[in-house]
Every structure is written in C-alpha cells, then in structure tokens.
C-alpha cells in the first residue's frame, strides 16, 4: 500500500520543480527586459523619427546613437533565442531589428533622386561600358539595312521577301508614287490612318527590342540575326521610296521618331549581346557569377531603352504626324541625334580637377 504513496509524493516533487523552473525563468526574463528595455524603447523612438521624416531629421546625437542601439537589440534577439525567452519578446525583437536594419542599412535617397542618378549617371555609365557590343549590334543593323536596300533596287519583286504585308500598309511596288507620298503626308481626313501605323511601327520595335535582350541567353547569334532582318525591313521601304524619288520626304518622315527608336532597339540588342558575353566567354569566374554581373548592366541598358520607346511614341503620335512641313522634321530629326550622342558620350563623366 505504500507504493501508491510514494508515487504520489515523487509526482508532487516533480511538479514542484517545473513550477519552480518556470517560475525562474519568468524571473529571469522580466530581468532581462528590464535591463535593456531602456536602449529597445530609445532604438523604437528614433526608428519613428527615421521613418516619418528621413534620416536627415535625426540630431547628430541621435544618429551616432543608432548603430549602437542596432548592435544592442541584435546581441538582445541572440540572447533571447538562445534561452528561449517567450515568443512574444522574440517577435518584438525580430520586428525592431528588421526596422533598424533599413534605418541603418537601407537606401537613403528618395524616389525622385534615385531616378534622377540612374537618368543622369547610371544610364549613359552603362551604355559605354558595353560600347563595343553597341557598335556590334549596330553594325549588324546598318548590314542588314544597306543589303535590303541594294537588293531590292536591283529587283523590287524581291520587296515582299522583306517588308512584311502588316508593316507596309499599302506602300508596295504597285502603289503610284503619289499615293506612297500620300503616306508620308496626311490631309484632314488620314490623321487617323498613320496614327494607326505609327502605333504598329512603335509596338513591332518594342517587341524586336525585348527580343534581342531576351535572346542573348542564347549565345548572342539570334539577336544578331534579329538586327539584321530588322535593318532589312526598312532597307527594303527605303528601296522603294528612293526609287520614286521620295528620298527626301521618306527620310524627313522616319527619322524624327527612327532615330530614337532604332537606337532603342541597337542598345537592346547590345544588352543581349552583353549577357551572350557572360555565358559564352565567362572569363576566369564562375559563368553564373559572370552573368549576374553583366546581368546588372545589361538590365539597366533596357531599362534605358524602355525610356526611349516611350519618347519615340511620343513623337511618332504627336510631332511627326502634326507637322508636315520636312525642314521642320529634318530639325528634329537633327535636335535628337545631337542630344542622343551628347547623353550616352558626355554624361554623367567624372569632371577632372
């Protein structure tokens, strides 16, 4: 009969000790907290301040002092998960410590002054460190352009082999030369019709454009190739006005918006060419490690030409369909081709002393 007794006491004993245990450990924990609730509180202050109105809007004394209350409450967090504190402590903690973080670690420029650096540095930064896959693609464009051209002023049955059906609109070999020049300048009532083209011509570049970035995953071969039958597309349209002796009209017509939107579409291009570099020629690193290097550049390079595309639409929409007059083209024409090559050659340099 006494068996049952002592199991009974032992079964108390134990109990009394997990009381006791928790007991310590509450006790403990509240120490804990009492201790270094001070710095959790200050840190929690400042961080208010910091994400309210900027880091700036901290004194000097206050800004010194944040790191060194980071560095406290991460020290608190590793303690508290060393010793399993209760979770609620942990999650404000954890929560304090990620504020911190982008307090400390995180960006310091708004919106506006980071686009402003990309526009005004990182931009034209980026375009020359890949000048020699831009003069490539580039290339592969201009080839592409002078063959069509050559080819189909020999033999303008061959017009269709590179101007597809969609794109040309009724500017074909069996148009008369009135009625091409007609396309190159609206009365009243064809406002509507070239609005209609123009928005073709801009959303085929733009696909040509996210294409030969995307293709440089694949050695850089097919964004060559994609350049190529691009500049052959309006060889071919070139052939066919200059062959008229619409020379002057068909140029005064497509370079005021071309010039920005070919160049959009030979910086993409360059960007693939970019990536195709990385993966084909990695260099002493890892090929994965390269990529991710130059994926950095060639992004910024299209998100650049993004930009550029949607300049082009705006003068393709608005200026070039409004004014008929080609002096007034040829200007613009002239005004961006200055203001492109001043922006990826002198901007953003480091002035030297």
Same mark, same amino acid.
């Given at each position: ?48 301040? @910091? ?22 409450? *991460?020290?608190?967090?590793? @303690? ?66 002078? @063959?069509?051209? @050559?080819?189909?002023?020999?033999? =303008? ?52 454009? =996210? ?10 071969? #097919?964004?060559? %190739? ?5 500049? =052959? ?12 002796? *619409? ?14 939107? =070919? ?39 299209? %998100? ?48 030297? #002393?």
């Amino acid at each position: 009969m006494s068996e049952p007794g002592v199991q009974i006491a032992s079964g108390k004993g134990a109990s009394g000790k997990v009381a006791a245990a928790r007991n310590s450990d509450e006790l403990w924990s509240a120490a804990f907290r009492r201790q270094r609730e001070l710095s959790w509180r200050e840190l929690d202050r400042l961080l208010g301040v @910091v994400e309210r109105k900027g880091v700036r809007a901290l004194k000097a004394g206050d800004l010194a002092r944040l790191p060194v209350l980071y560095r406290a409450v *991460l020290s608190s967090l590793s @303690v508290a998960r060393a010793v399993s504190l209760d979770r609620n402590l942990l999650e404000y903690l954890e929560a304090l410590a990620a504020r911190a973080y982008l307090a400390v670690y995180g960006p310091k420029r708004s919106f506006f002054a980071t686009a402003f650096a990309f526009l005004a540095r990182g931009l034209p930064a980026a375009v020359r460190a890949a000048a020699p896959q831009v003069a490539i693609a580039a290339a592969a464009m201009l080839l592409g352009h002078v @063959v069509a051209q @050559v080819l189909v002023a020999g033999d =303008m049955d061959l017009y269709w082999h590179f101007v597809p059906a969609g794109m040309a609109q009724g500017r074909g070999p069996l148009a008369t030369t009135e009625a091409l020049r007609a396309t190159l300048f609206h009365g009243e009532g064809d406002a509507d019709r070239l609005s209609v083209f123009a928005a073709f011509l801009f959303s085929h570049n733009s696909q040509v454009a =996210m294409l030969c970035f995307g293709l440089g995953f694949v050695a850089g071969l #097919p964004v060559l %190739l994609l350049l190529f039958f691009n500049g =052959m597309t309006l060889g071919g349209m070139s052939a066919l006005f200059h062959d008229r002796g *619409l020379a002057l009209e068909w140029w005064s017509w497509i370079l005021p918006h071309g010039i920005t939107e =070919m160049l959009a579409v030979v910086l993409a291009g360059a960007a693939g060419l970019v990536l195709a570099d990385a993966m084909v020629l990695p260099g002493r690193t890892s090929r994965v490690h390269r990529l991710a290097e130059r994926g950095r550049l060639a992004g910024t390079i299209v %998100l650049g030409t993004v930009g550029m595309l949607f300049v082009a639409g705006v003068i393709e929409g608005e200026f070039r369909q409004l004014v008929q007059d080609v002096s007034a083209r040829f200007l613009l024409a002239a005004t961006t081709a200055v203001f492109w090559l001043w922006y990826y050659a002198v901007a953003g340099r480091k002035r030297r #002393p």
